[in-house]
């Protein structure tokens, strides 16, 4: 079946503009996590979806990082007034259950000029 | 609060050769591990796990990896590679039980093989 998608693949966009990502997880999967990769790092998390809600959002770096997802499937990570330091990419994994195996989308290459 | 480490950030390999990719790991709670793999230009897949049960996880293309709790170490090892291997490897853990279930990755091991 399909895996997790996520659009744009990549997006260039000018300092201080807004953004949205957006990530369609596995069909019927009801969680949904969002990462962060820095070029040399490893993924960094960021929030975690079950269902509508966010259970944690711990990883969220400021208030300028936001998530929803609001009918429980599709999830939009939207950024306001992005730095420089916020080029990365951007990974959705997904999984059954809070517990089961996350699955990864290819991720939203993020570069801000 | 949880770490993982990975010392190696490049590991070069000639092709047929055994290989270890080191994974230790920091956790004052017990924890699930994962290796995660990224082929260049794709995205990350999950290439095995403990969760609980035997020590020692096998993949299905000839990986394995053994928890070892008095070490605090998931090392991931092949003896033979080949050049389709090359790719990031990635350790990660998890909280067992708890309020949240995110994935704590080390910064990667590039796996190179060379023919």
């Known amino acids: 079946g399909a895996g997790v998608s996520q659009t744009p693949s990549n997006k260039v966009t000018e300092k201080g503009k807004y953004v949205e990502l957006r990530c369609d997880p596995i069909?019927?999967?009801?969680?949904l996590y969002w990462y962060r990769q820095s070029l040399g790092q490893g993924p960094e998390f960021l929030i975690y979806f079950q269902g509508t809600g966010a259970a944690d959002d711990s990883g969220l770096p400021n208030d300028r990082f936001f998530a929803v997802r609001p009918e429980g499937s599709v999830s939009t990570l939207k950024i306001q007034r992005t730095e420089r330091g916020d080029s990365a990419v951007y990974l959705c994994a997904s999984s059954a259950g809070g517990w089961d195996t996350q699955y990864f989308g290819p991720g939203t290459r993020l570069t801000v000029l | 609060a949880q770490s993982v480490t990975q010392l190696d950030s490049q590991v070069p390999v000639f092709e047929e050769a055994p290989v270890e990719l080191r994974c230790n790991y920091s956790?004052?709670?017990?924890?699930?591990l994962f290796w995660y793999v990224q082929y260049p230009n794709q995205g990350l897949q999950l290439l095995l796990k403990?969760?609980?049960?035997?020590?020692l996880v096998e993949s299905i293309n000839g990986f394995e990896a053994e928890f070892n709790k008095s070490q605090t170490s998931f090392h991931l090892r092949k003896p033979s590679v080949h050049i389709s291997d090359t790719a990031e490897y990635f350790c990660a853990v998890r909280n067992y039980g708890g309020a949240t279930n995110k994935l704590i990755f080390g910064t990667g091991t590039l796996l190179a093989v060379q023919p």
């Open positions: 069909s019927g999967h009801t969680a």
């Open positions: 956790s004052s709670v017990s924890v699930y």
């Open positions: 403990y969760l609980s049960g035997s020590t």
